[in-house]
Nanobody, 125 residues
């Protein structure tokens, strides 16, 4: 069993930035494709960004392209989501997820096997 832990959320004004982090307890993430999803109140959990196990392939939701960047740490045991130019509609709980079975950057929620507990991002006007 893998336990993913997110951090870095918070309250930020529109136009601001945050860096979200995701690590795993007792293991490294270097061999796994990872993704970030988010869920706003009353809405379905939606794809935000994904990165392949090698870090060479990334995918983004259209709504965040050009503003968000997913990356791996130098030791590949942390995955980051840099969120810039935040908008009110970016307010959500952000979850990281681990794909245990494939190496590619997958956008489908059902492809992910392990999930963190989430970190709240709140954007104010």
């Amino acid at each position: 069993q893998m336990q993913l832990v997110e951090s870095g959320g918070g309250l930020v004004q529109a136009g601001g930035s945050l860096r979200l982090s995701c690590g795993v307890l007792g293991r490294t993430l270097r061999d796994y494709a990872m993704g970030w999803f988010r869920q706003a109140p009353g809405k379905e959990r939606e794809f935000v960004a994904a990165i392949s196990s090698s870090g060479s392939i990334t995918h983004y939701a259209d709504s965040v392209k050009g503003r968000f960047t997913i990356s791996r740490g130098n030791a590949k045991n942390t995955v980051y989501l840099q969120v810039n130019s935040l908008k009110l509609e970016d307010t959500a709980v952000y979850y990281c997820a681990l794909d245990f079975r494939t190496a590619g950057a997958v956008t489908e929620r059902g492809a992910y096997d392990y999930w963190g507990q989430g970190t709240q991002v709140t954007v104010s006007s």
